[in-house]
């Protein structure tokens, strides 16, 4: 039989650690049209307003592969959650999903979905 070891903490952690990267791209949406005018000279001014221009399209290309990224990794712990609980139920077993941070109470790290909890 195959081991399927599952660390429900450091997937939360990746889950959040890209929730808060979009969040940050999100909002780095700086109006660099404003800037530009500030800058004293219209060929400066035109080249800020080309790279801002350009800066959105790309930061917006991203974001859009972050929050896709994001979508697949909670889906994926909310999965793994749902098997871990139905094999221990099947089982007769605490699932380890359950308790604080993931983990069943006296687990440890690695332990296989469904598998009994020392």
Do not use: C
Request: no cysteine; proline share 5%.
């Amino acid at each position: 039989m195959s081991d399927l070891d599952i660390d429900y903490a450091e997937l939360q952690s990746a889950v959040e650690r890209l929730s808060r990267a979009t969040d940050a791209f999100e909002d780095a949406g700086l109006d660099a049209h404003a800037l530009a005018d500030l800058t004293g000279h219209p060929r400066v001014a035109g080249k800020v307003r080309d790279f801002a221009d350009n800066w959105d399209y790309h930061r917006g290309q991203l974001l859009q592969s972050m929050q896709t990224v994001l979508a697949g990794l909670q889906a994926i712990e909310e999965t793994f959650r749902e098997v871990d609980a139905s094999l221990a139920k099947s089982v007769g077993e605490p699932s380890a999903s359950a308790g604080p941070a993931g983990r069943a109470a006296g687990s440890t790290q690695g332990t296989p979905v469904g598998a009994p909890v020392p």
